[in-house]
């Protein structure tokens, strides 16, 4: 697709509510009408030429053309490099505030090639997929998690919530429930409905599958949107992220909507659906995209941050430098962590790779106390300097304001007033507003909860046996030695001078 047929591809009477009313056109509302439009960019850089050799790879699903590289088959370590370099260049594009642009889900999309035997017996639904989804670069989002109600009752019990199946049929399965939080959902083509972390009994809820947008039953409740407050309240000089970057999170509601027996992975098995995450390949590939794109995104906000440090007069204080140092520290660990999962793969099936999950599950832990902490030094560094500031572009419009506000709102180093509120205004849209305060809480929690990522890293080495073998190391020291002393023939114990020490000391 191009921009322009994404867009159109959205004007499908798929149902989404905000402020009490069904949005009648996601393209044209202010809510989705600037977000729309940035993931349109996306599209259209496709077909770029000076962006396609970076972006694009041969399509590998046996038809010609061409695809976004993610939604491909690694087989090698170049491979995985070239998928990291078209992430980063689109992630360049929003400034790495998308977290979940078409690329995120094409983490799913991309093994269902090479995977396709783990869905039997639906593996050819997930051959049709892999093929459609690359051929076309379709934009999928998910709902994996169960809404947080009634966790006093075994999860069996909360049916009239959880997505479930009411009854099979032959066109497919008639399903009901919601999920949670389906984030960027209304710009998108799919749903991609999964489980994830519910110790399930009954085969009505191992489901994994696919729904359109427009399916019929299908329903979006959404949070307050950030891009429809900044059209009210404001300018894009005064909300430059917000206006044009809300990925709006929703909850996702199904009233009987048929899913054909063609969208289906996994139904019914419940072994297998609690096996997903863990074969699927999901996990590692989507936390390399998300690896990757946080370090864009800390490139963009330490640049940031650089600027308001000269504008604010404090760039030569070495406190304050030694904290930009930090932000610099995080943004190059987290392309460290991004370039060594995808320089040392793992083999898996079927002649492809994946990311290294050691160090992208690292990653995992890593931003969730990383990113709060560029936020703090943000906070502490600029302090009041992000309050300092007019209401909004409008008042420099205003002649009885305007001389006031160009002598006392000018910054350091000879920045006018008006460009040192735009670069605040912008540097509090990050980290301030509704829209700065959303972003925190989705780098904390969007891999996972703060218990979670540590148990499953835990977890993933002891199952490849890498905690047995710290352990084993820990032995082979432990081995050398013993109440007598060393029990390896090359270290001497000195066994005359304790002889020599314990007569002095015995007299």
């Not at 959880?162 to 389906?182: P, Q, R, W």
């Not at 894009?236 to 999170?249: G, I, T």
């Amino acid at each position: 697709m191009t921009g322009a047929e994404y867009i159109e591809s959205l004007r499908d009477d798929r149902e989404i509510f905000l402020y009490g009313e069904r949005v009648k056109d996601v393209t044209a509302h202010p809510a989705f009408h600037n977000p729309a439009r940035m993931v349109a960019r996306l599209y259209d850089a496709l077909h770029d030429p000076a962006h396609r050799d970076v972006l694009t790879a041969p399509t590998d699903s046996g038809g010609d053309g061409y695809t976004h590289r993610f939604f491909t088959t690694p087989h090698s370590a170049e491979d995985l490099v070239a998928d990291q370099q078209a992430i980063a260049a689109w992630s360049r594009m929003s400034y790495g505030w998308m977290g979940r642009s078409p690329d995120y889900k094409a983490a799913f999309l991309g093994t269902l090639g090479a995977n396709a035997e783990f869905y039997e017996p639906y593996s050819d639904n997930a051959r049709r997929w892999y093929r459609e989804s690359q051929e076309k670069v379709l934009y999928w989002n998910h709902a994996i998690v169960h809404p947080p109600v009634d966790r006093n009752l075994p999860p069996d019990k909360v049916g009239d919530v959880f997505v479930h199946v009411e009854k099979e049929t032959d066109s497919g399965l008639i399903v009901s429930g919601a999920k949670v939080v389906a984030t960027g959902s209304a710009l998108t083509h799919y749903n991609f409905i999964a489980h994830y972390g519910l110790p399930i009994k009954d085969r009505k809820f191992a489901l994994v599958a696919t729904i359109p947008m427009n399916a019929p039953g299908m329903k979006l409740i959404c949070r307050p949107s950030y891009s429809a407050t900044a059209a009210v309240m404001g300018s894009p000089f005064d909300y430059p992220l917000s206006s044009r970057l809300d990925e709006n999170d929703t909850i996702l509601v199904l009233d009987k909507v048929l899913v054909p027996w063609e969208n289906v992975f996994i139904y019914g098995h419940l072994g297998k659906v609690q096996l997903f995450t863990g074969r699927s390949g999901f996990p590692e590939r989507f936390t390399f995209h998300g690896c990757t794109r946080l370090a864009v995104k800390l490139e963009f906000i330490a640049g940031l941050l650089a600027k308001a440090l000269e504008i604010t007069g404090t760039a030569d204080f070495r406190g304050v430098q030694s904290r930009l140092g930090e932000v610099l520290a995080w943004r190059n660990l987290f392309w460290g962590l991004s370039d060594a999962a995808a320089r040392n793969p793992v083999p898996w099936t079927n002649g492809a790779v994946l990311p290294n999950p050691q160090y992208v599950f690292a990653y995992r832990w890593f931003m969730q106390i990383g990113y709060p902490r560029v936020k703090e030094i943000i906070e502490q560094d600029i302090a009041s300097g992000l309050i300092y500031l007019n209401s909004s572009a409008e008042d420099f419009k205003n002649p009885d304001v305007r001389p006031y506000l160009d002598k006392y709102v000018r910054g350091s180093n000879g920045v006018d007033s008006v460009e040192r509120v735009k670069v605040m205004k912008l540097l509090w849209d990050a980290v301030g507003t509704e829209f700065g305060g959303r972003h925190e809480l989705y780098e904390r929690n969007y891999a996972g909860n703060h218990e979670n990522t540590r148990v499953e890293l835990l977890n993933a080495q002891i199952a490849t046996g890498q905690v047995g073998d710290y352990k084993a190391f820990v032995e082979q020291c432990l081995d050398e030695y013993d109440l007598d002393g060393w029990t390896v023939p090359d270290l001497s114990s000195f066994d005359d001078l304790r002889a020599q020490r314990n007569n002095l000391l015995n007299g």
